[in-house]
Each structure stands twice: as C-alpha cells, then as structure tokens.
C-alpha cells in the first residue's frame, strides 16, 4: 500500500522543539522531491520546507528559515522536520508530501506534489 503516515506532532511551549516524521510505505522517498505544508485554522494550506529529489538543494519559506530543518533517512524511508524556536503562529496541522517528477530544486507550492500524508497537529502555546 503506497502512503504517507505522518507523527511527532503535540502541544509544545513558545520556544520548544519538535521534531516531525513522515515515513513512506509502498514506494521510495530516495525518488522522490519531498514537501512539508501546513494550514492553519481559518487559512490557506502553505509550503514551508521542501527537499529536491536528490536530496542536494532544500527551500524554506521565510517564516521558518534558520528555525526549521528538512532531512531524509533513506535506510528508514523516512522524511523529519526539525522545529526549533517555535511561535504560537506556527500552530497547525502539518502535512507532508512527494513529488514523483524529478525536482532538482524542489517547489514550495502544493500541485507539483501527487502523494499526501494525513496531517499532525502542531499546537504551539502556554
């Protein structure tokens, strides 16, 4: 069965951690240009960090860059987000995503990207 299964999400304090993951079955992220989004209540779903297929070129949105890291675990066909400094606004549900065209520089937008995963929570406060 090809999907995507998404975990790591929670309640965290203003300026904790968390660390995401989005593991593959039924199919290879090494293939793959990997996306993270998320959407918060009452908003439009947005790109946030992407991996190119190769895995050489990654892309932040500037509302995480220097606070959010994108890596992949081939042996584990596993993506993680690492979140660190995290704000009340960052609130939402978290999604990850592939790209099955190769992306030497992968897209921040979401039509490029043909499997998705479930969602977690994200839930920033005190």
């Known amino acids: 069965q090809v999907q995507l299964v998404e975990s790591g999400g929670g309640l965290v304090q203003p300026g904790g951690s968390l660390r995401l993951s989005c593991a593959a079955s039924?199919?290879?992220?090494?293939?793959?240009?990997i996306g993270w989004f998320r959407q918060a209540p009452g908003k439009e779903r947005e790109g946030i960090a992407c991996?190119?297929?190769?895995?050489?070129?990654?892309a932040y949105d500037d509302s995480v860059k220097g606070r959010f890291t994108v890596s992949r675990d081939y042996a584990k066909n596993t993506v993680y987000l690492q979140m660190n400094s995290l704000k009340p606004e960052d609130t939402a549900v978290y999604y990850c995503?592939?790209?099955?065209?190769?992306?030497?520089?992968?897209?921040?937008?979401?039509?490029?990207?043909?499997?998705w995963g479930q969602g977690t929570q994200v839930t920033i406060s005190s």
């Open positions: 995503a592939t790209a099955s065209t190769f992306y030497q520089y992968c897209p921040l937008i979401d039509g490029p990207y043909d499997r």
């Open positions: 991996l190119s297929t190769s895995g050489e070129n990654t």
């Open positions: 039924g199919f290879t992220l090494a293939a793959s240009a």
